[in-house]
C-alpha cells in the first residue's frame, strides 16, 4: 500500500531514524524518530480542537490516567489557549488545521477515517486526524508510549497511521463452559480498543436469555438481552462495534436436549428447517436479541451442519440437493434479520464445500471463512468468495481448544497467512477467534495472541511479523523486558512433545495411578523434558515487572504449575513405585525398609497436595474472569485426581503401619 500522503514538511528538523520500531501494538505504519525528546511537566494541560468530545470520552480518560499512572503527572483539559498536547480536526478548528500544518503535522492527502497523525516535538505534541476514531487510536498509541516512557520523557517522533484493514475483531467463545462477568467483559473491550480492534462478538448457542425462551439459558450462565444491551453500549464509546451472534443451525444441540424444543431437532444436532416452529423461535430470538446492538451486523454462524439431510429433511435433500435446502434456510434468516436492519454474516464453511449456494444468497451477506491450520496459502477459501461479490472476513484463530495453553507457533503461522491472503484479495476485515471447547481456557491465557492478531490485521504483516516478540511485553504489559513473549517461545515445543499430545488437556486429566494389576506405560524421557521446560520457564516469568495487567502472567504461571505437575507426577509416582518394590523384597531389614517406605509416603503425599493447590489456583483464577457457573464441573475433574491419589496415600500408610505391626508389605500391584 502507497502511504495516503505526498509529503511533509520539518522545519529546522533533523530525521535520525525511519520506520523505527517503538513499543507499540499494534505497529505504526510510518514512524520518523528524531532528535531531543518532550519533557512531561507535572501539569500537561489537553487542548481539545473538536467540535463535539463525546466520542473521546473514554480515550480521554485513559490518557490522563495514563499521564497520572505511568509519569505521576497530572492532566488538565482546555479548549483553547496555550497546551502542551494539542488533540483535534483540523477540518473542524481552522487555528488547530493552521497549527498543524505550520508544525509539519498535518497530511497533503487523507489518510481515512481511522488514520491519525501524532507528531511529538520538544516543545509539544500534537494529535490529528480526519475522524474522531482517528483521534482515539492516536490516543492508544500515545498512552502505550506513556507506559514506556523514561523518566517522564517521550522520544521526539512523527508517527503516521491507518489500518490495512477496515474492521479488525475477536470472536470469543462464551458457550462452552466458560461465561464473563461484566467487569471482565468492559475490561476485554478496553484492552481490544488499545490494540485498535473494532470489532467483538461472543458466540453463543444457549447463553442469551431471551423474554420469551429464557428456559434454555443455564442457570447462572444466561446473559439476559439488557446485559447484552449494556456491554455493547459501552464497546461503542470505545469505538467497537459488539456484534450479536446466535447460533442459528447446526451445534444446537444443548437447546435441544430440553423436552420442549426436542421437536425441533434434526438428529439431535441441528434445529430443523423444515418446520415453522424453527423460524419462529429464531425470529422470536432475534426481535429481542438484534435491537440490543447498535452494530449493523448480526452473526447467525450456521456452520457444520452435519446432520442436514439426516432426519426431517432428508426428503428435501434427496429431492432438491442440500445447497438448495441449506440456502432456503439462509435465506429464511436473512430476511428477518433484515427486518431489524441487520446484515447477516455466517460462516462460510458450506458454502465453500458447495459453491452453487453462493449464487443464492442474498447479496450484502458477510462470508466468514475460518480455518486454524498452518496452511502455506488459504486463496482457495478466500477466493471464491471475492469473485462472487461477496464482503468477505477472514478468520484465523488462537489455537486454544481442548489445550492447556495455545500452540502461538501455530496460531502465528495461521493468523499471518489468513490475514495476509486477505489483504492480497481486499477482505472486508478479519475477526479471529477463541474458541473454549473442553471449558478450561482462561482468555487472559490469550492476549499474545490476540495482540499479534491485532498487529497483523492493522500493519503491514511481514514487518510486524519480525518485530513482535520485541514489542509486545513493552505495549501490553509496560514490561522492558520481554517476558510473555521469552516463556511462550520457551513452552512452544511442548507442543511437539509425544506425551503431551499437542498440549491436549485430556492429558492432564489422565489416570495417574493404576487400578490393581493394572500398567500405564509412561516415557519419562519426554517428562523430563517437560520438566526442564518449565524450569526456564519459571526463569523467565522471575523476570516480570509489569506496570499493568499483571495477572495474565499470572495465568501463564499457572500452565507452567500444570505441566511441572505432570512431569512431577509422573516421576515422582514413578520413583516411589522403584522404592516400595525393593523394601517389599528386604522387610527384614526393617530400618533400611522403614526409610524407603516413609520417602515413598513423601513422594505421594506431595503430589496430592500440590494438585489440591493446583485447584485452588484454578478457582482463584477462574473467579478473575468468569461467573461461577460451570467452574463445578471442572474443580470436579480435580477432585476425582486429588481423591485417587489420596488413596494412595491411604494405602501406603495403611501398609506402613501394617508392616510395623508386624505384618508383610501387600505385593506393589496392590498398593
Known amino acids: 500500500m502507497k502511504y495516503p500522503f505526498v509529503f511533509f514538511f520539518f522545519s529546522a528538523v533533523m530525521v535520525s531514524k525511519i520506520g523505527a520500531v517503538i513499543p507499540v501494538v499494534p505497529l505504526p505504519q510510518v514512524v520518523m524518530v528524531q532528535r531531543g525528546y518532550f519533557q512531561l511537566a507535572p501539569t500537561v494541560t489537553i487542548g481539545l480542537a473538536v467540535p463535539d468530545t463525546t466520542a473521546l470520552t473514554a480515550g480521554l480518560a485513559e490518557l490522563r490516567e495514563a499521564i497520572s499512572v505511568y509519569t505521576g503527572g497530572t492532566a488538565g483539559i482546555v479548549q483553547n489557549g496555550d497546551a502542551a498536547l494539542w488533540i483535534g480536526l483540523p477540518d473542524c478548528d481552522p487555528p488547530f488545521d493552521q497549527l498543524c500544518r505550520q508544525g509539519g503535522s498535518w497530511p497533503d492527502t487523507r489518510i481515512g477515517s481511522q488514520g491519525y497523525v501524532l507528531v511529538i516535538a520538544r516543545d509539544q505534541i500534537r494529535l490529528a486526524a480526519q475522524e474522531q476514531a482517528g483521534l482515539f487510536y492516536g490516543i492508544q498509541t500515545l498512552v502505550q508510549l506513556l507506559r514506556n516512557s523514561d523518566d517522564s520523557r517521550l522520544s521526539c517522533m512523527t508517527i503516521v497511521d491507518w489500518p490495512e484493514l477496515a474492521w479488525r475483531g475477536i ?43 429464557g428456559d434454555f439459558a443455564p442457570v447462572g450462565g444466561g446473559v439476559p ?102 440456502s432456503y434456510h439462509l435465506n429464511r434468516i436473512s430476511a428477518e434479520l433484515k427486518r431489524h436492519g441487520k446484515m447477516m454474516m455466517m460462516w462460510a464453511d458450506i458454502a465453500l464445500e458447495h459453491p452453487e449456494i453462493l449464487t443464492t444468497l442474498p447479496a450484502e451477506t458477510i462470508l466468514l471463512p475460518w480455518n486454524y491450520d498452518a496452511a502455506d496459502s488459504f486463496d482457495v477459501m478466500i477466493r471464491p468468495l471475492v469473485k462472487a461479490g461477496f464482503n468477505t472476513i477472514v478468520c484465523p484463530g ?43 481456557a482462561a482468555f487472559s491465557r490469550d492476549w499474545y495472541g490476540v495482540a499479534y492478531a491485532a498487529d497483523q490485521a492493522w500493519s503491514n504483516g511481514g514487518r510486524a511479523e519480525a518485530g513482535f516478540d520485541g514489542r509486545v511485553d513493552q505495549a501490553l504489559y509496560g514490561n522492558a523486558q520481554p517476558t510473555l513473549a521469552r516463556t511462550v517461545r520457551i513452552l512452544a515445543p511442548l507442543a511437539d512433545l509425544a506425551a503431551t499430545q499437542e498440549m491436549n488437556e485430556a492429558v492432564f486429566w489422565s489416570k495417574l495411578v493404576p487400578d490393581s494389576e493394572e500398567q500405564l ?38 500452565t507452567v504449575q500444570q505441566y511441572r505437575f505432570m512431569a512431577e507426577s509422573r516421576i515422582q509416582l514413578q520413583a516411589a513405585a522403584d522404592l516400595y518394590r525393593p523394601a517389599c523384597r528386604r522387610q527384614s531389614e526393617r530400618d533400611r525398609a522403614s526409610a524407603e517406605l516413609n520417602t515413598v509416603l513423601s513422594l505421594a503425599s506431595t503430589q496430592r497436595q500440590t494438585l489440591a493447590g493446583l485447584a485452588q489456583e484454578f ?21 476425582r485426581q486429588v481423591e485417587a491419589l489420596t488413596d494412595v496415600v491411604r494405602l501406603i500408610k495403611s501398609a506402613i503401619a501394617d508392616y510395623h505391626k508386624g505384618s508383610f508389605l501387600p505385593p506393589p500391584n496392590l498398593v
Open 225 to 326: 438481552i439488557a446485559q447484552w444491551r449494556e456491554w455493547a453500549a459501552y464497546a461503542a464509546t470505545y469505538h467497537i462495534q459488539l456484534v450479536g451472534n446466535f447460533q442459528s443451525f447446526g451445534h444446537f444441540e444443548k437447546i435441544l436436549s430440553f423436552p420442549q424444543y426436542q421437536h425441533l431437532g434434526e438428529a439431535g444436532r441441528m434445529l430443523t428447517p423444515t418446520r415453522e416452529e424453527s423460524y419462529q423461535l429464531l425470529a422470536d430470538i432475534y426481535g429481542e436479541m438484534a435491537p440490543a446492538f447498535s452494530s449493523p451486523f448480526f452473526h447467525d454462524n450456521c456452520d457444520e451442519v452435519w446432520d442436514l439431510g439426516r432426519g426431517a429433511s432428508k426428503k428435501w435433500v434427496d429431492s432438491l440437493g442440500l445447497a438448495a435446502v441449506y
Open 521 to 558: 506405560r509412561c516415557n519419562l524421557a519426554d517428562w523430563y523434558e517437560v520438566r526442564e521446560i518449565c524450569s526456564r520457564a519459571d526463569s523467565a516469568l522471575d523476570t516480570a515487572a509489569a506496570k499493568i495487567h499483571a495477572t495474565d502472567y499470572d495465568y501463564l504461571r499457572f
Open 619 to 639: 478457582e482463584r483464577l477462574w473467579l478473575l474472569e468468569n461467573r461461577p457457573y460451570y467452574l463445578d464441573r471442572i474443580l470436579q475433574k480435580y477432585e
Open 398 to 440: 488462537v489455537l486454544n481448544s481442548r489445550r492447556l495453553m495455545p500452540d502461538f507457533m501455530t496460531a502465528r503461522k495461521n493468523i499471518h497467512r489468513f490475514i495476509r491472503d486477505g489483504k492480497k484479495y481486499g477482505v472486508l476485515g478479519a475477526l479471529t477467534t477463541v474458541w473454549d471447547d473442553g471449558g478450561a
Open 171 to 213: 470472536m470469543d467463545d462464551i458457550s462452552r463452559g466458560p461465561v464473563p462477568t461484566t467487569p471482565f467483559v468492559k475490561q476485554q473491550i478496553r484492552r481490544c480498543a488499545e490494540l485498535k480492534l473494532n470489532l467483538l462478538t461472543y458466540y453463543t448457542e444457549n447463553i442469551t436469555a431471551t423474554s420469551r425462551h
